[in-house]
């Protein structure tokens, strides 16, 4: 009791009380969500957790939605699979979710598609593949090893050095539908923002297919936002808008009617009459190459449908990247850590279920400390002593209070080391010269760098330094982004540009 009065600011007498929890939303991908709520699969007629919209319907408008599901519609379906199991396929349901059972909760106005699946494992590499497909195999602008040889060679700086994507790009990625790229779903956050930056000397200026790429880097900046207005909800309907049609466009080859059912897998490959580049041999340095009648047909996916949800999503549950499930999956770390020094060859199971009660239960009650700052000391002197002692002034720190002089610094995961940028305010970056910590607390001090452009080339900030700008002081906590920024330029090119993870308001 006292526990969470201290943590959580409330305030109770010495009497037993009662919390009770109300469950709000329920996440998982796709498949799993649709076995626990009760769905058909994710290849039915109505795939749609949200709506009643047909397979036939989005492929010929990738922008179709339908009717919206209500908890009376969805009880009315229930039921009628009870009466009839054969009425699955005309609404798509399958039976009564154990879920629906629980106080205030709805299976259709309580599921939130999970953005990690979506974007991460389903649309940012399908269009990718797609686009490096035209670049490669049909353009011709470059090879899979000039593409494998860029994407090793690229300096990714130190933010995104643990989820730089690998360079394993084989021509059978881009000749068959069912090979996929074979990044993680941290790797292709990194490898979406970093590709205009891997190729984009080698394409035109306002390629159509690059700005694919564009707008659903776009997207990913609102979707994975921690804080989000309105206005930033209304431009996301229109860039998924945007994104879906110019998907359909550059993508979708018109099929002709009844060429296959409606409860089929998008994924299976069909006839096509287009000529297609497949691998006969290759190794390290050549690949030799020959024409042949391969299949390859693309269809608007699901999880495009899935983004038209979003937006309303997020107004009714807020941002979606605090309920996606990389956040969960990440908890798997600890397993794999309790793996490489558990001793039990026999049941280690149960060990490591042990090992992580444990350790749940040490994060529970160390919850309210402060977390301390990771670094390497190095001079330590008064504040008074220091050069910039008027700019720790105006963050209020007395003459007589100790610092420390450090290059890094680790608070909450995230490394601050000199040389990288972070964002002070909208658009305004500044370069960190040196990292100061005072009693648990973290300053920067900081140069801003002048803001020139949001190039249309590379979707990302071009920053040059600015003569008029004094030495400042900022506090982690304080800034508009906890991110650092590693700064990025394109070969044989001294131009600096900063790629955001997300949005900064």
Not at 53 to 69: D, F, L, P, Q, Y
């Amino acid at each position: 009791m006292k526990k969470l009065s201290s943590d959580y600011g409330l305030t109770f007498d010495e009497h037993d009380f009662v919390l009770r929890a109300v469950l709000a939303a329920l996440t998982a991908d796709t498949a799993a969500a649709h076995d626990l709520l009760g769905f058909l699969g994710p290849s039915a007629k109505y795939f749609c957790r949200k709506c009643m919209v047909t397979r036939a319907e989005i492929r010929a408008n990738a922008n179709a939605t339908g009717v919206s599901r209500t908890k009376e519609m969805h009880q009315q379906h229930v039921e009628e699979v009870l009466e009839n199991p054969r009425k699955a396929s005309s609404s798509g349901v399958k039976r009564d979710s154990p879920l629906d059972n629980v106080p205030f909760f709805s299976s259709v106005e309580n599921c939130v598609f999970d953005a990690f699946h979506d974007l991460l494992e389903g649309i940012a590499p399908l269009v990718l593949k797609l686009v490096l497909r035209q670049y490669i195999v049909k353009q011709k602008l470059f090879s899979v090893v000039d593409l494998n040889q860029r994407t090793a060679s690229f300096s990714y700086g130190l933010p995104d050095a643990k989820n730089k994507p690998s360079p394993n790009f084989t021509m059978e990625m881009f000749t068959s539908v069912k090979t996929k790229l074979k990044q993680t779903g941290s790797q292709m956050w990194c490898l979406i923002r970093a590709f205009p930056f891997l190729i984009g000397d080698l394409v035109a200026e306002g390629d159509p297919f690059m700005r694919q790429v564009f707008l659903l880097q776009d997207v990913m900046h609102i979707v994975f936002s921690f804080e989000v207005t309105e206005d930033d909800l209304q431009e996301l309907e229109s860039l998924i808008f945007c994104h879906n049609s110019s998907f359909q466009e550059l993508f979708i080859v018109e099929e002709h009617p009844n060429v296959r059912g409606e409860n089929e897998d998008e994924n299976v490959d069909e006839p096509d009459d287009e000529l297609f580049v497949t691998v006969v041999e290759q190794d390290e340095t050549t690949q030799e190459q020959a024409v042949s009648q391969k299949p390859f047909k693309v269809h608007v996916i699901n999880k495009l449908h899935h983004l038209k949800h979003y937006p309303d999503m997020i107004r009714e549950f807020g941002p979606l990247v605090r309920m996606w499930c990389a956040k969960f999956e990440g908890r798997m770390k600890i397993f794999r850590q309790h793996s490489a020094i558990c001793c039990n060859f026999k049941n280690p199971p149960k060990t490591m279920a042990d090992m992580f009660q444990l350790s749940n239960m040490n994060s529970f009650f160390s919850s309210g400390e402060e977390r301390d700052i990771e670094f390497q000391k190095g001079k330590t002197y008064c504040v008074s002593e220091s050069e910039y002692f008027d700019e720790l002034a105006a963050v209020n720190l007395p003459p007589n209070q100790m610092i420390s002089s450090t290059n890094a610094a680790v608070l909450n995961g995230e490394e601050y080391r000199c040389g990288l940028f972070v964002c002070t305010s909208k658009h305004q970056f500044a370069i960190i010269h040196e990292v100061l910590v005072s009693n648990k607390e973290l300053f920067l001090i900081v140069k801003p760098w002048q803001t020139i452009q949001k190039s249309p080339r590379y979707n990302s900030f071009q920053v040059i330094p600015s003569e008029d700008s004094n030495m400042c002081v900022v506090n982690v906590l304080n800034m508009s982004s906890f991110r650092c920024i590693a700064p990025w330029n394109v070969t044989h090119q001294s131009d600096i540009y900063l790629s955001l993870r997300t949005l900064v308001l």
